[in-house]
C-alpha cells in the first residue's frame, strides 16, 4: 500500500469459520495418526492433512495481508487474497453505496446480466455500479466482464466514504 491508500479489510465474517476447519482439521489429524495401522497410508495422510491445514492458514493469511484498496485518486482495487483483484478507475464509477445482501453461490458469482458478487462469508456489503463493463479474470482464469460489482467490505461505510470523498488537489 501507499501513503494515503484506505485499507478495506474483508475477512470478519470468515475468520471464526477459517480457524473452525483449520482445529477440526488438526483433530482428524491426529485421529487418522491414532486409527490408521499402516505406515505408509499414515505418512500420505499426514501429508495430505497437514497441507491442507497449511493451505487453509495460507488463504486467510493472504485474504488479512491484501485487503481491498480505495487510493487517493478514487481507484478502488478489489480483492480475495491472491485469487481475485479488479482495479476499478475512478471514471468507471457511476454510484457506490452500503448495501448488506446474502447472495447464494461461489465465490466469483457473475450473474447473466452482469452482475458480479465477490462472496466473503455469504453476504456483500458494498455495491458499486459502472459506467462501463470492465473486464476481469476469474480464480481459474476465465475472463469475464461486470457492469455492477458487490463485494465484501468488514466496515463497508468507510470505504463507501474513502470512495466519494474527492481527491486532493
Do not use: N
Amino acid at each position: 500500500m501507499r501513503p494515503g491508500d484506505h485499507a478495506a479489510p474483508y475477512t470478519g465474517p470468515q475468520t471464526a469459520m477459517m480457524y473452525g476447519l483449520v482445529f477440526v482439521s488438526l483433530i482428524e489429524t491426529v485421529a487418522l495418526a491414532v486409527l490408521i495401522p499402516w505406515p505408509a497410508v499414515h505418512r500420505v495422510v499426514l501429508v495430505l492433512d497437514v497441507y491442507g491445514v497449511l493451505l487453509m492458514l495460507a488463504l486467510h493469511a493472504a485474504c488479512v495481508t491484501r485487503p481491498h484498496v480505495v487510493r487517493p485518486d478514487g481507484t478502488l482495487r478489489i480483492r480475495y487474497g491472491a485469487l481475485f483483484d479488479l482495479t476499478v478507475p475512478p471514471d468507471a464509477v457511476a454510484s457506490v453505496r452500503v448495501d448488506r445482501r446474502y447472495p447464494e453461490g461461489r465465490l466469483v458469482t457473475l450473474s447473466e446480466d452482469g452482475v458480479l458478487d465477490l462472496i466473503v462469508g455469504s453476504q456483500t456489503t458494498v455495491t458499486v455500479e459502472l459506467t462501463r463493463p470492465l473486464a476481469f479474470r476469474r480464480p481459474l482464469g476465465a475472463r469475464a466482464e461486470a457492469r455492477v460489482v458487490r463485494f465484501h467490505a468488514d466496515e463497508p461505510r468507510a470505504l463507501v466514504a474513502a470512495l466519494r470523498q474527492p481527491a486532493p488537489p
